[in-house]
């Protein structure tokens, strides 16, 4: 214990230094000052710690171990005014397993922590753990252990373990030059399905009690925002036709952002194609709806948790064509260029800003150049 | 996804039903009912679930991980005002590390989900990381991964992964009668070190500004409170000696609650002697200064993360007598009789009840027949 003798502390413990507001160097960079406090890891069967959506450990000569964590937060990730209780029980779970998923692990254990505000009954913790429930079953995963608290907000904290071949998994550094650029799905229908339930909230707080939205032209993007399902099935499925991208990654930032993270981690640049993006008519009639371009919900709407992969174009013929769209490839990185270009509809081809939405800055928007 | 269609959710979830506060039922009611709700696990792999201090999961034909989290929450479990943020690192890791040790595994790898208000700066969260290096130095273990997220408290939700040859696992259930029932360390420290901070606070509050309260006499306990370590080097003792306990429980909950854990897991009874409860002199001289019983904090206070064990008696030959205590003997239970009796130092044996602290019942409070 070398902590300094806690009876001595003082009162005002950090107020002689200079202090830095988290929104001026970001998650990102946050992330980056964490790494470097707890310096490099020594430990021998870690294959990868913070780099990537799960660490990876091996648990014997061929097989590997995945973890990972995220927190759901009242006020920050969801409102309860419009969050069923069951979704989000079992969009917690989700969240958590696309990050197994897009190790190409498989994820078989969890653990929850939930802080419970005093507002919330047995009845709605029973409800949460009902949609935990299911999406245990949906993925085919045990929930083995968790911590219950008092809380000021009501908070979800989950952990998963999954596990893999130590060679079947797949990084977000892997991806080479010539690769295309692929998504499962489609993207934006999230992003688009949040602004029809925060437009929604701002309705029925305006208006009379008897106020009932018709809420059906939605319903397809208000479930991807809801309770979006990790996507497992496209990785068994690849598992079953014998592929294995060089690069992936799940799509929680927006697809701008996990491009510019498999550049980064791969030393790659990327080009992208405006019309190849796969968008629903949905997400796009929502778009229009707002007066607003539905390629800025695709590219930094965030929390789809469809899978972004690279791949030689040739081996894509292994897969089933109608469950990826090719939205563009990877090229030659040079230091003097933008990592990121995106070929307008238009034609124009500019570059790509990772953009997205960073939570310690409420300034930030999805914004094109 | 059997989830109901999330576009059809009804305004107001849950108001039709009865609602159940949290504190009719507790903290272990709930445990309850979220184990009916996720239902038996039916994992092969899976040894122990929600049932010890860390699920446990095969990794190979003889050897187990286990699994555990436990979430520290601004206002909840600390207060910032006597909380230096390099211990509450420590401690957020050390209480996970100590349910590791439980079952008699070795830690290995974390992951931390750390929630960051508006008034907490990059330098702090540098503090509390910090702290967690710290402990990972102590205990030889690695962060792996995280989570950063904006929220309207500080909390620190931590998962740690441990391993452990499956015939080395030591489970709660395991008490056998005649064993002696031993605690390492001392106990009711922590509570007293809390009942300083917690005085010292409101002094702090109603004093002028240059008030320097003399901390001195209770450095031992305070630190107990702040930076309590787990008893890694305990259970590391004990492999060298080739010594392995029948049952084994850290002490989160207070003395009190841990035995009566491990008698239900166990279908046994227990029988304490207060006299044999190992006290520091400074836990003591505090309680007398407040003018309350210290066998009242030894037994409820919790937070010491000391472990309890039961050994039959020759086999404790093998320990460093120096190390633990023998505080009681595991006996018959007859589904008539009291769980835990204790003989209190003025000779009479009397029932004891779990006590302790329900984090959803702000009436309860320690308490002896």
């Not at 450990?57 to 995945?66: A, G, L």
């Not at 709605?124 to 045990?142: F, H, N, P, R, S």
């Not at 996507?231 to 510019?260: F, M, N, Y």
């Not at 570059?351 to 094109?368: A, I």
Request: net charge negative.
């Amino acid at each position: 214990m070398n902590a300094q003798d806690p009876s001595q502390q003082p009162r005002s413990q950090q107020s002689s230094s200079p202090q830095t507001a988290l929104a001026e160097i970001g998650e990102f960079g946050l992330i980056a000052m964490m790494r470097d406090t707890l310096g490099d890891p020594t430990d021998d069967a870690l294959v990868s710690g913070i780099a990537d959506d799960a660490a990876v450990y091996r648990v014997d000569d061929e097989r590997v171990h995945v973890l990972t964590t995220d927190t759901l937060i009242e006020g920050v990730h969801f409102d309860r005014a419009f969050m069923p209780l069951e979704h989000l029980g079992f969009k917690a779970l989700s969240v958590n397993v696309s990050d197994v998923v897009a190790m190409n692990a498989t994820p078989r254990y969890a653990t929850v922590s939930i802080g419970i505000p005093q507002n919330v009954s047995v009845e709605m913790v029973t409800t949460i753990y009902e949609g935990l429930k299911q999406a245990c079953d949906a993925y085919d995963m045990t929930i083995v252990g968790g911590d219950t608290n008092a809380a000021h907000g009501l908070s979800l904290s989950v952990s998963v373990v999954g596990a893999a071949a130590e060679a079947a998994v797949v990084y977000r550094s892997g991806a080479q030059v010539g690769d295309k650029i692929c998504v499962t799905g489609d993207i934006g229908s999230s992003y688009a399905g949040l602004k029809v339930l925060l437009r929604n909230r701002k309705r029925l707080q305006e208006q009379e009690e008897d106020f009932e939205p018709n809420l059906d032209p939605f319903s397809y993007v208000i479930r991807r925002h809801l309770a979006p399902p990790a996507q497992l099935k496209r990785t068994r499925e690849w598992a079953d036709a014998g592929a294995r991208p060089h690069a992936l990654i799940d799509i929680s930032d927006g697809l701008s952002a996990e491009v510019h993270h498999i550049c980064e981690a791969s030393g790659v640049g990327a080009q992208l194609y405006e019309p190849a993006l796969p968008i629903d008519p949905e997400t796009r009639n929502t778009a229009t709806e707002f007066g607003e371009d539905v390629t800025v919900y695709a590219l930094f709407g965030g929390e789809d948790y469809e899978l972004v992969f690279t791949m030689p174009e040739d081996a894509l013929d292994a897969l089933d064509p109608q469950t990826y769209s090719v939205v563009g490839e990877v090229t030659e990185r040079d230091e003097t260029d933008e990592e990121v270009m995106i070929q307008r509809a238009h034609g124009e081809n500019v570059p790509l800003q990772p953009g997205g939405f960073d939570h310690f800055d409420d300034t930030s928007s999805p914004g094109m150049p």
